[in-house]
Each structure stands twice: as C-alpha cells, then as structure tokens.
C-alpha cells in the first residue's frame, strides 16, 4: 500500500478531501491570478499527457507528476526577464493544471462511499471558484503596487499550495480500484479497510471488492478499442465517454468565462461602470460563483445530478435573457438605469450556475465512465473543457458582439434543460460499479433496479464465496 501518515477512517478520509479541495482551489487561484491563451495549450497538453500514461502511473503519482509541473511552471514565470522564459512558464504550469483537473475528481471519487461521492467532488469544484476570488482580489491589491512584484509575486504564491499537496499525497494511498485492475488485489483491500476503518472481512468491504473485481470481469470480457469508440459495446463505452464531454461542454457554453474572466471588461464596456468600480463589483460576482457552488456541495446527494443542473440551466437562460434585454438599450435615454439593473441578474447567473453546470459536470464526467477508460475518458472530457476555455477567451468577443453575445448564451442554457432531462441518467446514490448496470441493458435500469443488481450481484459472488470456504472446510476435517 505503501507510506500513510494517517489514522484508519475519519482522519484519512479528511486528508484525502482536503488533499483534492487545495488541488482544485490551486487551480482557481492559478486561472485567476494569470489568465493568458498560451495556458490553456498547456492545460490540453497536460489532458493528452494524461490520456496516454494516466491510466498506467494511477491517479497518485498523476497528481505528484501535477503539482511538480505546476512548481516548475511558477519558478520560471516568477524569474522571466523574457516573454518567452515566461510563456513557457506558463504552458508547463497549463500542462500540470490539465493533469491535476484531469485526474483529482477520479482520485476522490474512487476512494468514497456512493452516498457522499456527490457532495465530496462538488466541493473541490466551489474551492475553484473561492481560489478564482482569491486570486482576484489579491490581483487587484497588487495593482496599487508599483514594479514587477505586483504580479512576480502573486505567480510565486502557486507554489506554496502544490508543495503542501505533494507531502500531503506522499501520505495517501492509491485507489483500491485501480489497484485491483492492476491485479493487486490484496493491496486494494488494505486500502479499503484503511480508508473505511475496517477489517478485511467487513461485509462492506468484501462486497466492495467483488464489485470491483466483477466490474474488471465484465469489462475484460468484451474487450475496447480507442479506434472503435463509437462501436457499440456491452457497457456502452463510447457513449458514457460522449455524456463525460457533453457535460463539461455544457459547462462551458453556459457562458461562464465571458463572466469569469472578462467582468471588468464587461462591466466597463456593456454596463458602462469605472475602471475600479469594475473591478470591486467583478469580485462581488465571483463571490456570488462560490456562494452557488455551495448548493450542490450541500445537496448533491439529496437532489441528485439532473435535477439541479435542469433548475438551473434554466435559470441562468432567464437571467441571460434579461440581461441581454436590459443591455440592448446602450445608447438610448435609460441605458444608465438598465445597465444599472443587468448586475442583478449578473449575480443571478453566477448564483445559477455555481448551482448547477458548474460543480456538478465534473462529478458526473467522473463517476459515468467505466474503470478501464476512467483515465482516458476524464481527460478527453476535461480536453474539451479546456478547448472551449480558449476559445471563450476572446475581448473582441464581447465588446463588439455588446448584447447579443448573452442572446447566444441564452438559447444554449435553455437548450441544455432537455438535453439533460432526455440523455443524462441519474446517479446518486449508485456505486461507480453500480452506475454500469445503468448501461449493460439496452433499455436503462432504473435507480432501484441498479442498487438491487448490484447487491444480488455482490451478494451471490458473497455467498459462492461462503459456499468455497464451507467446502474448504469440510475437506479439512474430513
């Protein structure tokens, strides 16, 4: 299993969601204290890396291999005398960040139970915007300072949160899922038994493994091929890797980064505000971002993953649409008052969105793919993420599309509220080995008729086992 540092249950429970939360706040910290193109290649850069070997070196080392870039990366942009020792920087950063955010939510969600998987992956989702408002603000207090502090400064600081992860990871151990693909299946269940506080022959814990060994058997039995993803196979690979990237494709034309990224520029260009006001209210509207994303770090487990994300995809069409309403009046007579009156729903969709597209894709981009295409399918989804991050990124974008650039936006998040209800099965409450019996039948099981496939299944692999060691038995004494 390897070094562990911390107590059976709770207290490695607690290091492994704390581990993951600073993972994804340094990766809210990192896009908001420097936002440039060239990162981004480094982000899809890291998500190919991770496509190839990801699934080879496990989620622990994957996440070492992360923050070692990310701290290269932030020593050279923090030294750059040039634009080019710092763009370079910055792509190696991109490249650990694409791993990081490729492989973080897979590690959490492999060593969880069903039952909080939900709330746990959500929440390192909220902690992406609490380290998006971070870097924000610190950004703008350096902007009183005078020299190349003002941003040397604020890059450095990357480093102090991928150190901690590293040590903290050296104490943790890999997931007992991909320990049992790689057939070390007495390694997997001390991780179990150490992670839940439990023995070896816990029911839980050797129900849990016969899962996961039944889910290896399943899948070894109808063998896949990247180059036949879109053939159609006994656990619908190709699909649940389609829903993974649809999801976080969602997340990305809700219109989130002309928000995120460009609400200063928004704010002076549409609404019509002063530079500094632009950039405290900017803040504001992030805060609202981490605000929502507290919803389904609360309740995910309750209200489950389709519900949520309809409610709001909705809501931040409505509020879309209004702003977009409100702002088409620039140039006239109340254009004060309605630009005024479009912050409101500003706030309304950052509210909406933290809600629901926001956390909630990158749960169930994890938790819907298969064990042996976890790695790969995680990357490919969070590949596309990222491709549409660069794409968004564009200021001439928003000042010359002025309103209608919300219009598109609009139609999007109302044409996602469908999408969702007809293609997106529901999740919660389901083991990851569960979740594939929602796809080994060509018509979808329904929650119940998952739980109960799942438990029959790991009930008869229980009782043949119960069965060998009776006869086992038998023979000794005879």
């Known amino acids: 299993m390897g070094t562990t540092w911390f107590k059976p249950g709770k207290p490695t429970q607690f290091a492994i969601t704390c581990t993951c939360l600073q993972a994804f706040l340094l990766f809210g910290y990192d896009q908001g204290v420097f936002g440039v193109s060239i990162y981004n290649i480094g982000c899809l850069l890291g998500c190919a890396l991770n496509f190839f070997y990801g699934a080879r070196f496990g989620r622990r080392q994957a996440i070492w291999i992360a923050m070692g870039c990310i701290i290269v990366g932030a020593i050279l942009q923090t030294a750059a005398f040039s634009v080019a020792q710092l763009m370079i920087g910055r792509i190696i950063t991109g490249m650990g960040v694409g791993i990081d955010t490729s492989t973080v939510p897979t590690y959490q969600a492999e060593l969880c139970k069903a039952d909080r998987r939900g709330r746990l992956v959500t929440t390192e989702v909220l902690f992406t915007g609490l380290g998006v408002t971070i870097a924000y603000f610190f950004d703008y207090g350096m902007s009183f300072v005078d020299g190349p502090i003002a941003w040397r400064l604020p890059i450095a600081c990357q480093t102090i949160f991928a150190f901690v992860i590293i040590i903290l990871i050296f104490g943790l151990p890999e997931t007992p899922r991909w320990l049992i693909q790689q057939s070390r299946v007495d390694e997997a269940v001390e991780v179990m038994s150490k992670v839940f506080n439990a023995p070896n022959t816990d029911p839980f814990i050797v129900a849990e493994k016969e899962a996961i060994l039944n889910a290896v058997a399943i899948e070894s039995s109808a063998p896949f091929m990247w180059s036949k993803l879109f053939h159609r196979d006994p656990l619908q690979t190709g699909w649940r890797v389609f829903l993974a990237c649809l999801v976080l494709f969602m997340n990305q034309w809700a219109g989130i980064n002309v928000i995120v990224f460009y609400a200063p520029t928004v704010l002076e260009t549409n609404v019509g505000l002063a530079r500094n006001t632009a950039l405290v209210v900017g803040g504001c509207i992030n805060l609202a971002f981490v605000v929502g994303s507290s919803v389904p770090a609360l309740g995910s487990d309750k209200w489950g993953r389709k519900k949520p994300m309809m409610f709001g995809a909705f809501g ?78 564009n200021k001439q974008f928003v000042r010359q599309a002025n309103y209608r650039a919300y219009l598109v936006f609009m139609a999007c998040n109302f044409a996602f509220v469908p999408m969702i209800y007809l293609l997106f099965p529901e999740t919660k409450g389901l083991s990851l080995e569960e979740i594939d019996y929602l796809f080994l039948k060509q018509d979808r099981l329904s929650l119940e008729d998952a739980h109960q496939q799942g438990n029959s299944t790991s009930d008869s692999l229980t009782n043949s086992k119960m069965e060998e060691t009776a006869q086992l038995d038998m023979v000794e004494k005879i």
Do not use: D
């Open 316 to 393: 931040m069409g409505l509020s879309m649409m209004i702003v977009a309403i409100l702002l088409s009046f620039n140039g006239t007579t109340k254009a004060h008052i309605t630009s005024q009156a479009s912050i409101a729903f500003f706030i309304t969709f950052m509210l909406c969105f933290g809600a629901s597209l926001n956390a909630i894709p990158w749960c169930y981009s994890a938790e819907i793919l298969p064990l042996r295409v976890r790695a790969q399918g995680t990357s490919l989804a969070v590949m596309n993420n990222w491709l549409w991050v660069k794409s968004f990124r």
